[in-house]
């Protein structure tokens, strides 16, 4: 089974912060790719009532759709992969596979995957970096209307990764401001009520 444990900390920035971090890096256009999340929950939410989190991502060359359940540390991440064509037919169609990890771990939950609908989306230019520290993001993302920037940094171990992130900022002059997660902020800003 694909899973893994994502231990992330991430900061919301300013476009003047986000500038600044693109130099520091010295990142280029052509280090940005951009992936668009498409967004899944039943009508009563069972997935944000337990914190947990279904998405379907399109990349440039490769699909997957990803399951986030919360951890006492972390994020369990449950993935299967899919080619660009299959996503889109599971966005389009707004129908789930019947098979796969994502759809073992669903039925375990007790989640119906015919009681699944796409909820909302939101698409990200992202640079990605590998740091001695952790696998370092940069986003700027636009949902419902909104545009913002963010960055993350994907660690290993959670207390030495709060310590690098923080000592990491500290090195860009960065505040933290901690924000939500995407699907979060996505439905937040949504005029629909969720």
Do not use: C
């Not at 636009?142 to 290993?156: A, I, K």
């Amino acid at each position: 089974m694909s899973e893994n444990l994502e231990i992330e900390f991430k900061t919301l920035l300013s476009i003047e912060e986000f500038s600044h971090t693109i130099d520091y890096f010295q990142l280029k256009e052509d280090d940005f790719f951009t992936q668009i999340n498409y967004y899944f929950d039943s009508a009563d939410f069972e997935l944000k009532k337990r914190h947990s989190g279904l998405r379907v991502r399109i990349l440039p060359n490769n699909a997957e759709i990803t399951l986030k359940i919360p951890q006492e540390v972390g994020l369990l991440e449950i993935n299967d992969t899919l080619s660009i064509e299959e996503a889109q037919h599971i966005v389009d169609s707004a129908t789930l596979p019947d098979s796969g990890n994502v759809f073992n771990k669903l039925t375990t939950l007790g989640i119906k995957k015919n009681d699944l609908r796409l909820i909302g989306s939101l698409t990200t230019k992202r640079a990605e970096k590998k740091l001695p520290q952790g696998l370092l993001a940069l986003d700027e993302s636009w949902y419902n209307e909104q545009h913002d920037f963010e960055l993350e940094l994907e660690v290993r171990d959670v207390s030495n990764g709060k310590k690098n992130f923080l000592s990491l900022l500290d090195t860009l002059k960065i505040k933290e401001s901690p924000s939500p997660n995407k699907i979060q902020r996505m439905m937040l800003s949504s005029k629909k009520k969720y």
